[in-house]
């Protein structure tokens, strides 16, 4: 996610800005960029690119001499990566800068009407609609103009706003995107994470939605949207610095992981409207949806096993045939696709080799493209205009989590999408699966708090040679998913199985002790799970079931079981994967591996 510091006090802003948007590097960003007020004016600097360049620009233009500032590191979600996308943002005076964090869902209509009262933007982002409103309703009281301007709009936001005629203060507001200030001595300090201050102070007020911030040198008001005063309590905080990196988590996995509440939260949004899915970026029109004969999915990795859910779905919600390949694989095989098809890649990074070959060949055989990715300006988006891009904000560590959920939700929004234009789902059926999307943020949470549990299993199966997955349906493809996990941080060997398939083969592994995950989410496979359940505890492997919630029948079969809140069936991915998205982190940290690092990987492989 984007960066936000701030700062006010006697001393000279920018340094104390560069270095605390130093301290936010690790959580990824394309740009950055600083406001400073001196005497004369409110200087903006920003660039794409790292810090580094932006302390070129600096070098070259002179740094602002102001004590008064904000700064930013952007991490795009409206408009790519360039100088005039960076934040701040001014509005039309140049006297009003922000900073901004979220997603502003209404700002194409906002920008519309702040243009037919006269107001002139750069830039393609959202963000820029803020300091406009700004400017509209800023009549001497900046608290004021920020509240009748957050009062406009939908979405999230944690805002950072200077005003020229204001040279004593900062304000901040917060709405479904972490904000904090830092208490100094005759100093404060803003940031939208607890890095960027611990170096000047510990003691901080963590903002909490809702709220407004009048930050002077020697004061932080903080009010609600109705401009009521509101009472906060210091946090003292006891984080040493690297920890605090991390928000407190030991390693960026962990956090990633606890993230994709939030991340599920975020891509989601603005796309799930009046009981239809919107998908407003795409260009595909009707009659194209309606002729489609075929889908190719291709991906790498944790994101060829999105895309083994996805054609499950797919075909499922929008009786479309699908067909998934590695990417590594299917421009080797001639593939029969050609106008009348549509070819998906999915990639967190948009960089991976092989998937953007794939994505080229797909464009060459004649078929469209659409490109799920995490990443704003990746290359898969430059070679397709069709992109559902995840708002799941960086993802560090090597193996992949949030992404992955996140790909699943972009997966799950355009097969709706697709039996909502082709009609093959009634409104009915259409409502039921987007309650039941809705309710995922709050059911992952839920079933993270298996932590514990899974930490002893982690214990107990930390030295096994070999540990298995078996699943069918949508549990199979989970379980592939969870076999990764394992092996790519923790080294063990794992290995994923369609149940069905063990007795042509596997089962002659399944000896004494051996761990076996059984996926048991699909009722409609349930009784056939629990017989292969029985076959290779015939054999003496000790079977840990992933259930839902109130499964008797896996209780009774499984020596263990970790539960899940019930969801519709075809969602049960998204809360299956999270027990081994955790199991493989604490095998992984019980053996000592490097967690966030894995031995012979990268996070994005961009060679073939
Ligand atoms: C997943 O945990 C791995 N890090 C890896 O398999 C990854 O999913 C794969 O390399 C694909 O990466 P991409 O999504 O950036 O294309």
């Known amino acids: ?45 920003k660039t794409v690119g790292r810090l580094q360049d932006l302390r070129a620009r600096l070098e070259e233009q002179g740094v ?23 934040h701040p943002h001014s509005d039309c005076s140049g006297r009003i800068a922000v900073v901004h964090n979220g997603i502003i869902e209404n700002y194409k209509e906002l920008r519309e009407w702040l243009v037919e009262e ?20 800023y009549e001497g009281d900046l608290v004021d103009a920020v509240r009748k301007t957050i009062k406009r709009l939908e979405g999230s936001f944690a805002l950072g706003v200077l005003h020229f005629d204001q040279p004593q203060e900062i304000v901040a507001a917060r709405q479904h995107s972490p904000l904090v200030v830092g208490l100094g001595d005759g100093e404060n300090f803003l940031a939208s994470d607890i890095p960027a201050v611990l170096e000047h102070t510990k003691k901080v007020y963590i903002i909490d939605d809702g709220e407004v911030v009048r930050l002077t040198s020697d004061q932080a008001e903080i009010f609600d949207f109705a401009g009521r005063p509101v009472r ?35 891509t989601l949004q603005g796309r799930l409207n009046g009981g239809r899915v919107v998908l407003p970026d795409l260009t595909l029109d009707l009659a194209y949806l309606r002729g489609l004969r075929k889908i190719f999915i291709t991906a790498a990795g944790t994101a060829y096993h999105a895309g083994i859910v996805g054609k499950y779905v797919i075909e499922k919600l929008a009786r479309i045939p699908v067909e998934v390949d590695l990417s590594s694989e299917f421009r080797y095989r001639n593939p029969m696709l050609g106008p009348d098809c549509l070819t998906i890649v999915i990639s967190q990074s948009g960089e991976t080799a092989d998937t953007l070959a794939s994505l080229r ?17 990746s290359s898969v988006t430059r070679e397709t205009p069709e992109v559902i891009y995840t708002l799941a904000g960086p993802e560090i560590a090597v193996a992949s989590t949030k992404a992955y959920t996140t790909q699943l939700i972009a997966l799950y929004l355009f097969a709706l999408y697709l039996a909502q234009e082709r009609q093959t789902l009634s409104e009915q059926q259409l409502a039921e699966y987007i309650a039941a999307l809705e309710q995922l943020p709050q059911a992952i949470s839920a079933t993270l708090s298996c932590e514990e549990a899974v930490v002893g299993l982690a ?22 998913e969870g076999s990764l996990k394992l092996k790519e941080i923790s080294y063990i060997h794992a290995e994923a199985y369609a149940a069905g398939e063990l007795k042509h083969g596997t089962l002659a592994l399944i000896v004494e002790g051996v761990p076996v995950f059984a996926l048991i989410t699909q009722e409609s496979l ?17 079977v840990i079931g992933v259930a839902n919630e109130g499964d008797r029948f896996a209780e009774e079969a499984c020596d263990q079981v970790i539960f899940i809140p019930r969801t519709n069936e075809i969602l049960t991915p998204v809360l299956a994967v999270a027990p081994l998205q955790l199991f493989a982190y604490h095998a992984a940290l019980a053996r000592g591996c490097d967690v966030d690092k894995p031995r012979n990987l990268a996070k994005s492989v961009t060679v073939e």
């Open 1 to 45: 996610m984007c960066g936000i510091v701030g700062y006010i006090g006697p001393q000279p802003a920018a340094p104390i800005l560069l270095k605390g948007l130093e301290k936010l590097e690790y959580r990824g960003y394309d740009s950055a960029g600083i406001a400073v007020r001196d005497l004369e004016r409110l200087s903006v600097i």
């Open 64 to 86: 602002p001499q102001g004590s008064l500032g904000i700064g930013h590191t952007r991490w795009a979600t409206h408009g790519r990566p360039s100088d005039i996308n960076a």
């Open 118 to 137: 006269g107001h002139t933007f750069k830039s393609e982002t959202d963000t820029e609609t803020i300091a406009h409103l700004i400017e509209r309703f």
């Open 232 to 266: 906060k309590e210091i946090f003292e905080v006891a984080w040493d610095p690297v920890l605090a990196e991390k928000g407190g988590y030991p390693h960026f996995m962990l956090k990633e992981i606890y993230e994709q509440p939030q991340a599920v939260r975020d």
């Open 361 to 377: 060949e797909a464009k060459r055989l004649g078929s469209k493209v659409l490109a799920i990715t995490n990443v704003v300006g």
């Open 459 to 480: 214990q107990e199966f930390k030295d096994k040679e070999d540990i298995f997955f078996i699943g069918r349906g949508l549990d199979y493809a989970v379980a592939m």
């Open 526 to 542: 349930r009784d056939k799970m629990i017989s292969n359940i029985k076959e290779v505890k015939a054999r003496g492997a000790t």
